[in-house]
C-alpha cells in the first residue's frame, strides 16, 4: 500500500535555484494539500487543490506554485528558492473536501536553502 | 485563525491518562486529531464533529466545551507508543479549511 509518494526526501538548493516537488497518491482521492512545517509552527497550508486542474491558495502561498494536470499528482514548485524556505514539506490527500474526511500525509520532504 | 493547543509539552509515566486541549476564539465545527512522531508523517487519530459524531481511534476519545471553542483529547491509560506531537486541526464551518495547532509534544516514561 503506496498510499501518498513524495519525491524526493531530501534537496539542498542555493538561493535562487528552482525545483519542483513531487506527491503521488494511488487512493484515487480528490483533495490534496501542500504544508510545510518549521519548528514550533505545526503544519501551515501552501496550496490545495480540489480535483484535477485545480488549485487554490492557503495561509502561506507566497513563493510556492503549484499544479494538478492528472488526479494522482500534485506538484509543488519553487521558481526562486529563498532561505525562508528551508522546511519540511508534507503533501496529503483527502477523498473529498468534507469534514468527516481525514488526510493521509506523505513521509515528507526536508528541503534546505543555502 | 490558528487554534491554541495546551498544554505545548506534557511528561508521563507509562499508565497514566493524558489531556491535550485545543482552544479557538470562534465556535468550531470539527476537530482533526493527528499524531507525529519525530521524522515521521502526521498520522490520523480521530475527528470530532459539531454535533459529537466521533471517527477513528477506538482508544482515544474527545469532547467539546459547552460553546464548541474548545476540543480536548483523551488519552486513557497511556502506552510507550503514544508518545509524539499531537496536532489539532479545526474547521469553523462545514467542509471548510482544516488550520492547524502549533502542537502538543507528550513523552510517555516506562
Known amino acids: 500500500n503506496a498510499g501518498v509518494t513524495q519525491t524526493p526526501k531530501f534537496r539542498v538548493l542555493k538561493t535562487g535555484q528552482s525545483m519542483t516537488l513531487l506527491c503521488a497518491q494511488d487512493?484515487?482521492?480528490?483533495?490534496m494539500y501542500w504544508y510545510r512545517q518549521d519548528p514550533g509552527m505545526g503544519l501551515r497550508l501552501i496550496h490545495y487543490s480540489v480535483g484535477e486542474g485545480t488549485t487554490a491558495k492557503g495561509e502561506v502561498p507566497d513563493g510556492y506554485n503549484v499544479s494538478r494536470l492528472k488526479k494522482q499528482n500534485f506538484l509543488l514548485g519553487l521558481e526562486s528558492a529563498a532561505p525562508s524556505q528551508t522546511s519540511v514539506y508534507f503533501c496529503?490527500?483527502?477523498?473529498?473536501?468534507?469534514?468527516?474526511?481525514?488526510?493521509?500525509f506523505g513521509d515528507g520532504t526536508r528541503l534546505s536553502i543555502l | 485563525q490558528q487554534p491554541v493547543q495546551s498544554p505545548q509539552a506534557v511528561i508521563l509515566r507509562e499508565g497514566e491518562d493524558a489531556v491535550i486541549n485545543c482552544s479557538s476564539s470562534k465556535a468550531l465545527y470539527s476537530v482533526h486529531w493527528y499524531r507525529q512522531k519525530h521524522g515521521e508523517a502526521p498520522v490520523f487519530l480521530m475527528i470530532?464533529?459539531?454535533?459529537?459524531e466521533q471517527k477513528g481511534h477506538d482508544k482515544i476519545s474527545a469532547s467539546f466545551n459547552e460553546k464548541k471553542q474548545q476540543s480536548s483529547l483523551y488519552l486513557t491509560a497511556s502506552q510507550l507508543s503514544y508518545s509524539g506531537t499531537y496536532f489539532c486541526?479545526?474547521?469553523?464551518?462545514?467542509?471548510?479549511?482544516?488550520?492547524f495547532g502549533k502542537g502538543t509534544r507528550l513523552h510517555i516514561l516506562p
Open positions: 487512493m484515487n482521492h480528490e483533495y
Open positions: 496529503a490527500s483527502s477523498l473529498s473536501g468534507r469534514s468527516n474526511q481525514p488526510q493521509h
Open positions: 486541526g479545526t474547521e469553523l464551518d462545514r467542509d471548510d479549511k482544516i488550520i
Open positions: 470530532l464533529l459539531k454535533g459529537g
